[in-house]
């Protein structure tokens, strides 16, 4: 029901956007979380736009260079990745959950397939 897009290589510095487009549940009802774990690591949160107003939340490490935002016309829901660094590098992971927690990932009900974003440097 959610199907993630996007990743790929790409060099330091550089930029990537991706999608995470829903299906089959009410894109309004929910909060949209993107996650990320590299390997080796625990899965961490990135970013959260809320159901309510469209607010959003950024993990420190990417505060300003991160932003995502959702078309509820077309039920998708964006990351836009900017001056991209090594430590960027995971698999990236959408999330749906009508919890007001929205930095918990035992709270998200559904999740995508995940897309692997590799930057070079």
């Known amino acids: 029901q959610l199907q993630a897009s996007g990743g790929g290589l790409v060099q330091a510095g550089g930029s990537l956007r991706l999608s995470c487009a829903a299906s089959?549940?009410?894109?309004?009802?929910?909060?949209m979380g993107w996650f990320r774990q590299a390997p080796g690591k625990e899965r961490e949160i990135v970013a959260v736009?809320?159901?309510?107003?469209?607010?959003?939340y950024y993990r420190d490490s990417v505060k300003g260079r991160f932003t995502t935002s959702r078309d509820i016309a077309k039920n998708t829901v964006y990351l836009q990745m900017n001056t991209l660094k090594s430590e960027d590098t995971a698999v990236y992971y959408c999330?749906?959950?009508?919890?007001?927690?929205?930095?918990?990932?035992?709270?998200?009900?559904?999740w995508g397939q995940g897309t692997q974003v590799t930057v070079s440097s």
């Open positions: 736009i809320r159901r309510n107003f469209g607010s959003t």
């Open positions: 089959g549940i009410t894109f309004s009802r929910y909060s």
């Open positions: 999330a749906a959950t009508v919890s007001v927690a929205v930095t918990r990932d035992d709270l998200y009900d559904y």
